[in-house]
């Protein structure tokens, strides 16, 4: 009896699959799967939070007890400061100096972050354009542009544009350079690919270079604000004339250290804050970088 063609490829299909065979068959196996970004579990996301609070309270409980015991001159406590944010607070010096602070800090860090991604795309992808700027990135860059502080003032005075000069200064080169290795890293094959199936160079930027751009202009941008958050404070503290940097040179000068350190901690929170926010916005716009 003979048999049938069809049962006989079966069998060694399937002998392939199991591994019955001498030599198996590989095509037969599943794809490994890529890792993904996987968020921790709810227990484990509580029991960090408990453990910050816990650093958080031990951290404050100790800072009380040594504040306590040196002079107010050098050093103050947690409730003497927190006494000091309610009265500048309600005498209404602590929330004007902030809403002066970040009127400056979001039009620099926004006008940072244009000019850094605009910059960073156009560096990264152009090599004569890169050849032509990278003196000057690296030159300005690897300045202490605190020196020229002093010659900023005395271009654009002691107002808001010579507060925007630094902050934008200071923040423009964590995006820009953030963006352009992110440009260098686009994998060269997927260009081929896309000027293989006639894509224009509109085309390459929008739906290949720009996507995988975006964790590192994410990295840039929180990287950015740290920066921004200095040179407002840094531009601040040689006018002295508005703001929270103002405000810390008030209080020094006055050796009044309680309601020195109050501008000195909001600072802090607006740059955890802000950070925060990026961080988010980092989520929504390169969800598969988001882990918890």
Request: charged share 15%; no cysteine; glycine share 8%.
């Amino acid at each position: 009896m003979s048999a049938n063609p069809n049962e006989i490829e079966n069998e060694a299909a399937v002998m392939g699959r199991d591994g019955a065979a001498d030599k198996p068959h590989t095509a037969w196996l599943p794809p490994r799967a890529k890792p993904k970004a996987t968020r921790l579990p709810a227990h484990a996301r509580h029991r960090d939070w408990i453990v910050r609070l816990i650093s958080m309270g031990v951290v404050l409980g100790g800072w009380e007890i040594v504040g306590r015991r040196v002079s107010p001159l050098f050093l103050s406590y947690p409730t003497a400061i927190a006494k000091a944010a309610v009265t500048m607070t309600l005498s209404g010096e602590l929330i004007s100096a902030l809403l002066s602070s970040l009127r400056i800090l979001a039009i620099g860090f926004v006008i940072a972050s244009v000019l850094g991604v605009a910059f960073g795309l156009l560096i990264g992808r152009y090599s004569l354009f890169d050849a032509a700027t990278d003196w000057l990135v690296n030159a300005l860059y690897a300045t202490p542009l605190v020196a020229v502080i002093p010659l900023v003032i005395l271009w654009f005075g002691l107002g808001d544009a010579a507060k925007l000069f630094i902050v934008v200064i200071l923040a423009i080169f964590p995006v820009l350079i953030n963006t352009a290795a992110g440009v260098r890293n686009v994998p060269q094959a997927l260009i081929d690919v896309s000027t293989a199936f006639a894509a224009n160079e509109r085309q390459v930027f929008v739906k290949i270079i720009l996507p995988a751009a975006v964790p590192y202009m994410m990295t840039g941008l929180r990287l950015a604000i740290g920066r921004a958050i200095i040179g407002m404070v840094v531009a601040e503290f040689f006018t002295a004339i508005t703001g929270l940097g103002a405000v810390i040179v008030k209080y020094g000068n006055q050796y009044d250290t309680a309601s020195m350190f109050v501008p000195i901690l909001v600072l802090m929170f607006l740059g955890v804050v802000l950070t925060a926010l990026v961080r988010r916005a980092e989520e929504m716009f390169a969800p598969w970088r988001a882990v918890d």
